[in-house]
């Protein structure tokens, strides 16, 4: 019995620990109001991206009568959804992705180390919770701020590893990369082999 419960407490530290490293952004709060007999009521929404910056990343709305409900909503609902981004050398993406959500239309650029993450306002909210160091990010049209994440989320969710794409091919990572038997890549692999 005393096993069971030492490995049950083990589950909930290791949450614990896995919750303690992840970032959580508040990217839009907006007070809406419903008008009732007696006049208005106002309530909250809540747009919040959270990431462990490795690579995973997610977003939630919440909406509730106090800020800080409406916070918590959506941190959990982000915490939920979260997705995983295979990324290069831990900094930036393997190669480039256009998203669409709506009206909103957004354009990633992988970028060479010190760039620094040249993105605005709801998209460096995300980019930044995802762990990306160097991109250059662009948003056309819509600038509301849940279709710029959406769409962020959308190029996101496009991208792809090398050792995926191999994997899929049926094929080693170095065949995709570029090794061909010219005269360099020949002189390469026989120095290896």
């Known amino acids: ?11 909930r530290n290791n949450a614990a620990e896995a919750d303690s490293d992840i970032v959580e952004k508040l990217v839009h709060i907006n007070r809406v109001a ?3 007999k ?11 991206v959270v990431g462990d910056g490795k690579g995973r990343v997610g977003f939630g709305h919440g909406k509730a ?3 800080p409900e409406a916070i918590r909503k959506a941190t959990e609902e982000a915490k939920k959804t979260m997705i995983r981004v295979p990324l290069r050398e831990s900094r930036t993406l393997h190669h480039d992705g256009h998203g669409r959500h709506g009206a909103g239309k957004v354009m990633l650029r992988a970028a060479p180390p010190g760039t620094g993450v040249i993105a605005g306002g709801p998209m460096r909210a995300v980019l930044e919770t995802l762990g990306v160091h160097d991109v250059v990010a662009k948003s056309v049209g819509s600038s509301n701020p ?3 994440v959406r769409a962020t989320f959308d190029a996101l ?8 794409i191999a994997s899929k091919r049926g ?10 038997n010219d005269g360099v890549s ?7 082999g």
């Open 146 to 148: 849940y279709n710029m």
């Open 1 to 11: 019995m005393a096993r069971r419960e030492e490995r049950g407490g083990d589950r």
């Open 157 to 164: 969710k496009g991208q792809s590893s090398p050792r995926q």
């Open 171 to 180: 094929k080693k990572v170095g065949d995709l990369l570029g090794r061909r």
């Open 65 to 67: 009568r106090e800020v």
């Open 186 to 192: 020949g002189a390469v692999e026989s120095a290896e």
């Open 38 to 48: 007696g006049g208005r009521r106002f309530s909250f929404a809540a747009l919040m």
């Open 34 to 36: 419903a008008t009732v």
